[in-house]
């Protein structure tokens, strides 16, 4: 009898326990959570075992270029960008016999740093900060073919330094899959972009205030609904979070804002204001707790700032800044929640850890000490650690 690589684990896990020897030898497919992570030059799996309290590398591989961000789509496709070229990559991802295999590349916009699927993931949108540009790729059958570019035109944000051109860096699919929200860092805006009948075109923009703020990424609001309420944004150059109502019109989406509020809270602001660039933002399946990592603080350590959604009668849904706990390390340009919603993976590029898992305890709240740590020192020099966190199975 023939078992596929997902009946096999499946009948393992069924007499695991007459099966010791075996089931050691293949601790990797039994792994709780097995995380993707990239930085310069590496892709990598790492297994986190809570019981023994540990990571374990499972996989490195060299990658071609910078990984900063990728997406997976279940059960083998790895899509990587390359943020220092205008290449995108498609991995096959074998998870049970850790292999990974460069099956396409293709050219599109330069500078890419977030990739974002459609909701049946045909259709994958690239982030171009480089170039000013998103860019629409059909990945059906394995293929990876860039089908149309769409320029990032709106007038530029104040700061000369960070908005000397646009910078779209992040795409969210709205929970109706029909339109994405593309936060532009460098012209201060939200381009809306709608999918309807495969036509990916740019319906509306938005102007984010206050100018040279910065958008960086966001999250619609509420998760796992049909229609999204509101739409929370982190602005990288000004550290704030600004919360917008959302309305679906027969334009597109409609943005009016209800509420500006610092990524650090007002009783933790950075050491060095100057410098301090927020980073991630991560909202909880359940819709009650926000996350947003504050990189650059010029303290000790940078952080993930924990808020709480306040819902009110009228329908407005609010922030309201509860704790903030250490990434662990320096630069903690993404983290990302564990699929039962009960970690934080905490991916430093500097400091002392590379990836941190924090347990997400009552109400929220996350818990500095690590449960599982990664040294940052496995991921090589200082600024090496992992710049990607997902975990993926
Ligand atoms: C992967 O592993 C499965 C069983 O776990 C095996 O049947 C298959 O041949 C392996 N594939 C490769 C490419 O090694
Ligand atoms: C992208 O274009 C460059 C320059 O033409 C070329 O050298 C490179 O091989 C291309 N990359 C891919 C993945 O096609
Ligand atoms: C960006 O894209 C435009 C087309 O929209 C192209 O003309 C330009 O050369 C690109 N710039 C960079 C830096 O890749
Ligand atoms: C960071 O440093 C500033 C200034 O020293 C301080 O006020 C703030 O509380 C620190 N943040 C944290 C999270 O300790
Ligand atoms: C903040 O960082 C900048 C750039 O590194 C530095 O020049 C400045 O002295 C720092 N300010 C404080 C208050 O530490």
């Given at each position: 009898?023939?078992?596929?690589?997902?009946?096999?684990?499946?009948?393992?896990?069924?007499?695991?326990?007459?099966?010791?020897?075996?089931?050691?030898?293949?601790?990797?497919?039994?792994?709780?959570?097995?995380?993707?992570?990239?930085?310069?030059?590496?892709?990598?799996?790492?297994?986190?075992?809570?019981?023994?309290?540990?990571?374990?590398?499972?996989?490195?591989?060299?990658?071609?270029?910078?990984?900063?961000?990728?997406?997976?789509?279940?059960?083998?496709?790895?899509?990587?960008?390359?943020?220092?070229?205008?290449?995108?990559?498609?991995?096959?991802?074998?998870?049970?016999?850790?292999?990974?295999?460069?099956?396409?590349?293709?050219?599109?916009?330069?500078?890419?740093?977030?990739?974002?699927?459609?909701k049946d993931k045909t259709r994958m949108i690239g982030s171009a900060y480089g170039n000013g540009t998103v860019d629409v790729w059909n990945i059906e059958n394995g293929g990876?073919?860039?089908?149309?570019?769409?320029k990032s035109d709106g007038s530029l944000g104040p700061n000369e330094a960070r908005q000397a051109a646009p910078h779209p860096h992040q795409a969210n699919l709205d929970p109706?899959?029909?339109?994405?929200?593309?936060?532009?860092?460098?012209?201060?805006?939200?381009?809306?972009?709608?999918?309807?009948?495969?036509?990916?075109?740019?319906?509306?923009?938005?102007?984010?205030?206050?100018?040279?703020?910065?958008?960086?990424?966001?999250?619609?609001?509420?998760?796992?609904?049909?229609?999204?309420?509101?739409?929370?944004?982190?602005?990288?150059?000004?550290?704030?979070?600004?919360?917008?109502?959302?309305?679906?019109?027969?334009?597109?989406?409609?943005?009016?804002?209800?509420?500006?509020?610092?990524?650090?809270?007002?009783?933790?602001?950075?050491?060095?204001?100057?410098?301090?660039?927020?980073?991630?933002?991560?909202?909880?399946?359940?819709?009650?707790?926000?996350?947003?990592?504050?990189?650059?603080?010029?303290?000790?350590?940078?952080?993930?700032?924990?808020?709480?959604?306040?819902?009110?009668?009228?329908?407005?849904?609010?922030?309201?800044?509860?704790?903030?706990?250490?990434?662990?390390?320096?630069?903690?340009?993404?983290?990302?929640?564990?699929?039962?919603?009960?970690?934080?993976?905490?991916?430093?590029?500097?400091?002392?850890?590379?990836?941190?898992?924090?347990?997400?305890?009552?109400?929220?709240?996350l818990t500095e000490t690590p449960i599982a740590t990664l040294a940052a020192s496995i991921f090589g020099e200082a600024q090496f650690g992992p710049q990607f966190v997902l975990?993926?199975?």
């Open positions: 009898m023939k078992f596929s690589a997902i009946g096999f684990t499946a009948a393992l896990a069924a007499t695991a326990s007459a099966l010791p020897s075996m089931r050691r030898a293949n601790n990797y497919a039994k792994a709780t959570a097995r995380v993707l992570m990239g930085n310069n030059g590496h892709i990598y799996i790492a297994d986190y075992l809570p019981e023994s309290k540990k990571f374990e590398v499972t996989l490195k591989e060299e990658s071609i270029g910078d990984p900063s961000w990728m997406a997976f789509a279940p059960p083998n496709r790895l899509y990587a960008v390359d943020e220092f070229s205008s290449a995108i990559y498609y991995y096959e991802l074998d998870l049970d016999n850790n292999t990974l295999e460069k099956k396409a590349g293709q050219n599109g916009s330069v500078g890419v740093v977030h990739l974002e699927f459609n990876l073919e860039l089908v149309k570019t769409i109706s899959g029909r339109y994405f929200a593309v936060n532009d860092l460098g012209t201060d805006s939200i381009l809306v972009i709608d999918s309807k009948g495969d036509d990916y075109k740019k319906v509306g923009s938005v102007k984010v205030e206050p100018a040279g703020c910065g958008p960086r990424h966001g999250v619609f609001y509420p998760q796992g609904s049909d229609a999204a309420t509101h739409y929370i944004v982190v602005c990288e150059i000004t550290n704030q979070v600004l919360v917008y109502q959302v309305k679906y019109t027969t334009e597109g989406l409609s943005f009016s804002k209800t509420q500006t509020l610092s990524t650090y809270g007002d009783a933790f602001p950075p050491a060095n204001a100057t410098t301090a660039a927020a980073g991630e933002i991560q909202i909880t399946p359940n819709n009650q707790d926000v996350y947003i990592s504050n990189r650059l603080s010029g303290n000790e350590t940078d952080s993930i700032a924990h808020f709480k959604v306040k819902k009110a009668k009228c329908g407005t849904t609010s922030l309201e800044f509860a704790d903030t706990v250490s990434s662990g390390g320096l630069l903690p340009r993404m983290f990302s929640l564990s699929t039962d919603a009960e970690t934080v993976f905490s991916a430093n590029q500097d400091g002392e850890l590379g990836l941190a898992a924090l347990d997400i305890g009552a109400n929220g709240k975990q993926i199975v």
